[in-house]
């Protein structure tokens, strides 16, 4: 291609970009990067067909001037983690609540799977949690305190053993999510199955209640962020089996690089149920209307932040784009 047709055929996003770069107002940094790629590649082949020419010197000059700002971008983003939290994510999330109420519905079949289970067959509770830990907890409902294994060990080494061994069945159900789907959706029968029938081997002895205060109050929290790591990996799985007007390989990226933002959204509440399972439930003897303050205020907390509040921001940003135009 003659010079002058080069420069004909792409001035119009030259002078865009090159305004773009001139505007005081902060660029989204991957937009930037985008365009910057563009004109990068529109300089090597400057390079290569009109060396030396006003047009490399040109694109030259543009490129520098679109690094630069790019990583002064970069670095006066500070509020990145805040932005992330508060905006980012939610946008993002607000895309994959099918998946996620997918993810739950499946945990809550096979919930209910295991309670019928475990009343319809003798052997099957000690089949799922073991017979050691079946063992210990008669043992302890005959000592009067079914609820002593959460007593048993240091408040900070439970803390972090149980904080480490949640975020591991987590990064399973997303990591799963590669196998199409079906290994994310395994993970959540093997916990659903496991939930269900520990909670009907407590009503069977009784207990039910005993063991929803003191129990939930740590697993509102821990439950509901495994569903929501169930919900990562069929983010992941349905990259790449529903790629859309995408590549199939751009949409494997999407969904790897979504499922991991919502992965990293559960840290934190991986954390908090762990403080609570080590420091917290271990005091049965705590009064009944503060159990339930806790376990209402950690529902309606993930509620909240993971349903309610991606529907707010989604709202806000989309009558925020109608002024905009």
């Known amino acids: ?52 020419s006003n047009t490399e ?7 520098s001037q679109a690094h630069q700002k790019i990583y002064k971008t970069k670095r006066e983003s500070k509020s990145r983690i805040i932005t992330f939290w508060k905006t980012e994510f939610p946008l993002m999330f607000k895309n994959h609540h099918r998946e996620l109420l997918i993810a739950f519905l499946v945990f809550l079949f096979f919930s209910f799977v295991g309670a019928y289970s475990a009343a319809n067959e003798g052997d099957f509770v000690r089949s799922i949690l073991g017979d050691a830990y079946v063992n210990m907890t008669l043992e302890n409902i005959e000592k009067g305190d079914p609820m002593a294994v959460y007593k048993q060990m240091g408040e900070f080494n439970m803390f972090l053993g149980i904080t480490i061994n949640n975020i591991r069945v987590a990064l399973m159900a997303f990591v799963y999510g590669i196998t199409l789907g079906v290994g994310t959706l395994m993970v959540m029968l093997q916990n659903g199955i496991m939930l269900g029938s ?127 135009h």
């Open 198 to 324: 520990f909670q009907y081997f407590f009503y069977e002895k009784g207990l039910l209640w005993e063991s929803v205060r003191t129990i939930w109050i740590h697993g509102t929290i821990e439950i509901s962020v495994i569903i929501i790591a169930g919900c990562a990996g069929l983010v992941l799985a349905n990259g790449m089996l529903f790629p859309g007007t995408f590549t199939r390989l751009e949409s494997f990226k999407r969904g790897v690089k979504n499922g991991l933002k919502i992965m990293v959204s559960t840290i934190p509440f991986f954390v908090v149920a762990g403080f609570l399972e080590g420091f917290v439930t271990r005091h049965t003897e705590m009064p009944d209307w503060l159990a339930i303050l806790i376990i209402l205020g950690s529902l309606a907390l993930i509620i909240f932040y993971y349903v309610i509040y991606p529907y707010q921001i989604n709202k806000r940003h989309r009558l925020h784009e109608a002024k905009l």
């Open 57 to 63: 010197f040109y694109l030259n000059s543009l490129a």
């Open 1 to 52: 291609m003659r010079e002058a047709a080069f420069v004909k055929q792409n001035k119009d996003k030259w002078s865009t970009f090159e305004s773009a770069l001139a505007n005081k107002t902060n660029l989204d940094p991957n937009v930037l990067s985008d365009l910057y790629i563009e004109v990068t590649d529109h300089l090597s082949y400057a390079k290569t067909f009109y060396p030396k």
